[in-house]
């Protein structure tokens, strides 16, 4: 079991998607995401939504991804952030987001 004090060491913050496209390179079906953090920048991501988003309608979506993981090579991109989304079953994705409009960047507690 973790700590209060081991969970808020997990930075999640709010991202905008500003671009997705597919990633045929990726072993699984992926999109590649760029997300606006605000102050912490674009950062990249791949994730595995294929089942249930098409890389238009997650364009603009805000999301909320762990910010303070190190950088993982996945084929040959850098994902920088791990989105975060609810797993009904292997290979589905339902992605998590705030119900209210919040500033990119925004820290999750």
Known sequence: MITYDDFTKIEIRTGRVIKAEPFPKARQAAYKLWLDFGDLGIRQSSAQLTRRYQPAELEG???????????RQVADFVSEVLVLGAVPEEGDVVLIAPDAVTPPGTRIL
Do not use: I, K
Request: proline fraction near 18%; charged fraction near 10%; aromatic fraction near 0%.
């Open 61 to 71: 979506r805000t999301l909320l991804a762990v910010t303070n993981l190190p950088p």
